[in-house]
T-cell receptor, first 113, second 115 residues
């Protein structure tokens, strides 16, 4: 199946820094989702985006649905230790005839003391 | 509380043995999915089911089998034909079928290892 290009693969940051990550695709989507996975747990939905250009926040997290519908961005402000984990993007298309959610390979966020 | 329950949390398989991973949801979701996660590989789709008594192969179905006799349940069997079964297995569900943009909700996973 199709894969999204998610970058960076991993990030090593200091506590308090801001974080940016993104996903790009060769295909358009009409839904972008961002998940976080803690070690040994299942992914948890953070933010869902349903409209091109949409900017949505969830606490210190902000995600944007790119206007080309081929990309999405996730920003985390003022990182804290519990932000450590793997962040996945997922694209979805409800137009029929296409596969459902397509997942990126994840961005591994590591916070250095 | 509504959610997805996977069991067991840890499972060990002997050579030549079939093992079954349980997945139950009480979200009244139509669609259910099984993913395999290996380090650095992201999520790979094994099987999915849009409705009861129907399921479709995903990208890596060889060596696995599923059933969907009840809306709430979607067990995955890892057969002896799967030569490299060691991985983290995730079950998910969504309100509608796979040909949609509905968010998927995940269980907490089962870690399978070979003895």
């Amino acid at each position: 199946g199709q894969q999204l290009n998610q970058s960076p693969q991993s990030m090593f940051i200091q506590e308090g820094e801001d974080v940016s990550m993104n996903c790009t695709s060769s295909s358009i989507f009409n839904t972008w989702l961002w998940y976080k996975q803690d070690p040994g747990e299942g992914p948890v939905l953070l933010i869902a985006l349903y409209k091109a250009g949409e900017l949505t926040s969830n606490g210190r997290l902000t995600a944007q649905f790119g206007i080309t519908r081929k990309d999405s961005f996730l920003n985390i402000s003022a990182s804290i230790p519990s932000d450590v984990g793997i962040y996945f993007c997922a694209g979805g298309y409800s137009g029929g005839g296409a596969d459902g959610l397509t997942f990126g390979k994840g961005t591994h966020l590591i916070i250095q003391p | 509380d509504g959610g997805i329950t996977q069991s067991p949390k840890y499972l060990f398989r002997k050579e030549g043995q079939n093992v079954t991973l349980s997945c139950e949801q009480n979200l009244n979701h139509d669609a259910m999915y099984w993913y395999r996660q290996d380090p650095g590989q992201g999520l790979r789709l094994i099987y999915y089911s849009q409705i009861v008594n129907d399921f479709q192969k995903g990208d890596i179905a060889e060596g696995y089998s599923v059933s969907r006799e009840k809306k709430e349940s979607f067990p995955l069997t890892v057969t002896s034909a799967q030569k490299n079964p060691t991985a983290f297995y995730l079950c998910a569900s969504s309100l509608f079928g796979r040909y949609s943009n509905q968010p998927q909700h995940f269980g907490d996973g089962t870690r399978l290892s070979i003895l």
